[in-house]
Structure formats: structure tokens, C-alpha cells
């Protein structure tokens, strides 16, 4: 039997969905999931086989296939018939088309023009809509706030429902159907720390990325685009969710470039110390030349390399330039007299100073916004203040 949800009693449309609770944005292995178990998300469901007891076994054909004899409580076996369980119910939710067609530009083409005209028609005369896939949790709760149920929405969701809710915002266009109820959402799930913004790569960042895009949450967006920028290794997957390529594309350049940014810094500095004016003397400035010549070569820095791995990321690549050594040396003339002894003094220049300040200082600049606006800005896509100034 078919579950029902009467979101608009007096609704002319049935949604139908099929294959509810399809598998969602399953994790790749980079975020420790291997690809046949995903993180989240339910399986489909498959056919299980039930033993029927037959006595004496009647096999139609086409239908049941004779199986092995299985043993009964008292131990006695008797044959029987293997039979397929029948197909998991379809959803059904009754709602109304004026609401569809002022807040989806899906419906409003979906349920006016030739496409109405050829409909299929449900026992009660409502114009049926199929869908397949879809969370009936998301979708039940996306037709509660198109129709206005107020009282029936939940004020805090997960992550993983809010994500996919922000899918079928995105399939059906009614993103600002959703505006307030979304706002609602994710200032709650922000606040209660159930889902903090994550600062490593793994599923939870892919969906907070998606999620700000959808509902244009700018400083989540960015938060989270700068996360990926700094600890990818590859361009980021999108596990199936619909982020543009422009986004994805946008962060894996910046990574690269500020990658590159930083060899070349090493690079330039390294040109300073050989061919530049002394900073502080020619002593100095030969030490420091050797020291870095010394540590970018055995670094694989030096000469500097050509199209850049796959697999660096911008922490990595600082990780490396940090962990350069610095020599100490005690130059000529260089000491200091106490009452007690006389000690000598390490000279002052630090070659990880030099690189701090001439490499790695403003990255976050060189880096660049990451923000909605730089990629037009989802809000613009929907935004009243857009259209009224």
C-alpha cells in the first residue's frame, strides 16, 4: 500500500515518487570511504527471497523456482518454492497546482501547455507528476513550505536533510520559495554545532559547499571554498551533486597558483641572495644562498619544476618551505661581554624569517575572495532586492 501525505486536501495534483531513498552523495575513498561502502545514504533495495512452504510443492511457471529443503523447527525439512517479495510502495503526496506554478518555474512549465494536456490523470482526477529518488522526508517538507504549512516545517535540520532538500531546490527552481525557511535553517544548524563548518576535506565540506550555494550563504561559501583551496589535493568531487564546474574549476586554479606562487617566491629569493645587493654583508649573504640552494634541491625545488603534481596541496607545500633549515653561524667581531663570561652571539639574519616575510606572508590576499559574488552570486539568480534595486 502506498503511502499517502495530503499536504493540500483540496489539491488537483498527485506527486508520485518511485525509488524513494536513493543512494546520496556517496564519498569517494578520498574522505577514508571506500567506493562499494558509502559514508551515508541508503541503499537500494533488493529483491529478497522468501521460503514458502509447499506441501506438495506447486511451481507455476515463471513464477517460483524449486529451491533446497529447508529444515523446519522439529528438525523435519520439507521443500518449498522461492517467491520475490513485492516491489517497495511508491509515495504519494496531494498537492495543489496554484502553489506549484507561483513558486517552481519546474511546474509552471510542467503543469501548463501541451504537457498537461498529455498527463496522466490519478482515480480522483488530480494530474499526476512522477518524481524518482528523491528523500520523501526532503520532499514532503519542500511541498510543506511551498503551500505555506508553516507550523508543520522543523525549525533544525541535519546537514545531510538540508542538502538534500537544497537538491530538489535546485531541480524544481524554487529557491525562493525557500528563502526565509532556509535562512531559518541554516542559522539553527550553525548554531547548534551539529554540523560544524568542517577544516579538513570530507563529505560534510562538499555538502556545506553545496548547500551555500544553493541558499547563498556567502560567509559559509567562502569559509568552506577557502578550506578546499588550502587542503585539496585534486580538484574537489562534487559526489554527484549539482555545483557548478565554474566553482570547482575556480578553487583548483587558486590552488595551483598559489602553489606555484610559492616555489617562485623560494625561486626569487633565492635569485636575491645570489645576484641582488648584500642586505647585510657578503658573508651573510653567501651563507644564506648555500643554506637554500642546499635544502630547494634536496627538496625537489631546485631547479624549479615544471607542470605541478596532482597531488600537492597549498598546506603541504608551506609544510615543506617551513621545514627548510636555517644555518646559525658566528661571524667575525660578533660577541658580547657579561660580568660573568664572555659569549658569542649567533648572527641575526634567519633564512626562516626571510622566507616567512618575502614567501609566505599574504597568501590570504594573493588568494583572492571566494566569494558568491565572484561567480555571480546564487542570490542574483532569485533575489528580490535584484529586481527592485
Request: proline residues 8%; contains cysteine.
Amino acid at each position: 500500500m502506498a503511502e499517502f501525505y495530503n499536504i493540500d486536501p483540496s489539491g488537483d495534483v498527485t506527486i508520485i515518487l518511485r525509488d524513494a531513498d536513493a543512494p546520496f552523495a556517496e564519498a569517494p575513498a578520498l574522505f577514508g570511504q571506500p567506493p562499494d561502502k558509502p559514508r551515508t545514504g541508503p541503499k537500494k533495495k533488493k529483491k529478497k527471497i522468501i521460503r514458502k512452504p509447499a506441501n506438495p510443492p506447486v511451481i507455476e511457471a515463471g513464477l517460483a523456482t524449486v529451491a533446497e529443503d529447508a529444515a523446519s523447527v522439529d528438525g523435519s525439512k520439507e521443500p518449498g518454492i522461492d517467491l520475490p517479495l513485492p516491489e517497495p510502495p511508491v509515495i504519494r503526496l496531494r498537492v495543489s497546482s496554484r502553489h506549484l506554478i507561483v513558486a517552481s518555474c519546474y511546474f509552471r512549465t510542467a503543469l501548463s501547455g501541451r504537457w498537461k494536456e498529455t498527463a496522466s490523470t490519478a482515480e480522483d482526477g488530480s494530474l499526476c507528476i512522477e518524481a524518482h529518488g528523491w528523500d520523501p522526508q526532503a520532499l514532503k517538507i519542500l511541498m510543506l513550505v511551498i503551500h505555506g504549512c508553516n507550523r508543520q516545517v522543523p525549525r533544525l535540520l541535519s546537514l545531510e536533510l538540508l542538502a538534500k532538500i537544497a537538491v530538489l531546490v535546485d531541480y524544481y527552481k524554487c529557491a525562493e520559495a525557500v528563502e526565509v525557511f532556509a535562512e531559518l535553517w541554516l542559522r539553527a544548524l550553525k548554531g547548534t554545532g551539529q554540523a560544524p563548518i568542517t577544516e579538513v576535506v570530507n563529505r560534510d565540506l562538499v555538502l556545506w559547499l553545496f548547500v551555500s550555494w544553493i541558499f547563498g550563504d556567502d560567509d559559509v561559501f567562502t569559509a568552506v571554498a577557502r578550506t578546499a583551496l588550502w587542503q585539496t589535493q585534486e580538484p574537489l568531487p562534487t559526489l554527484g551533486l549539482p555545483i557548478p564546474d565554474t566553482v570547482i574549476a575556480t578553487i583548483d586554479r587558486k590552488r595551483l597558483e598559489l602553489i606555484d606562487g610559492i616555489i617562485t617566491g623560494l625561486h626569487e629569493l633565492l635569485a636575491t641572495f645570489r645576484d641582488g645587493p648584500e642586505s647585510c654583508s657578503f658573508e651573510c649573504s653567501s651563507m644564506l644562498l648555500g643554506a637554500l640552494t642546499k635544502e630547494m634541491r634536496a627538496k625537489g625545488l631546485d631547479p624549479k619544476p615544471g607542470p605541478l603534481p596532482s597531488s600537492s596541496s597549498v598546506v603541504a607545500t608551506i609544510d615543506v618551505v617551513r621545514s627548510i633549515h636555517s644555518p646559525q653561524w658566528i661571524s667575525v667581531g660578533e660577541y658580547v661581554w657579561n660580568t660573568d663570561e664572555i659569549g658569542l652571539i649567533p648572527h641575526s639574519c634567519c633564512l626562516q624569517t626571510l622566507i616567512q616575510s618575502k614567501v609566505l606572508d599574504g597568501l590570504d590576499e594573493r588568494m583572492g575572495g571566494l566569494t558568491l559574488d565572484e561567480f555571480g552570486g546564487r542570490r542574483s539568480l532569485w533575489h528580490p532586492r535584484v529586481l527592485w534595486g
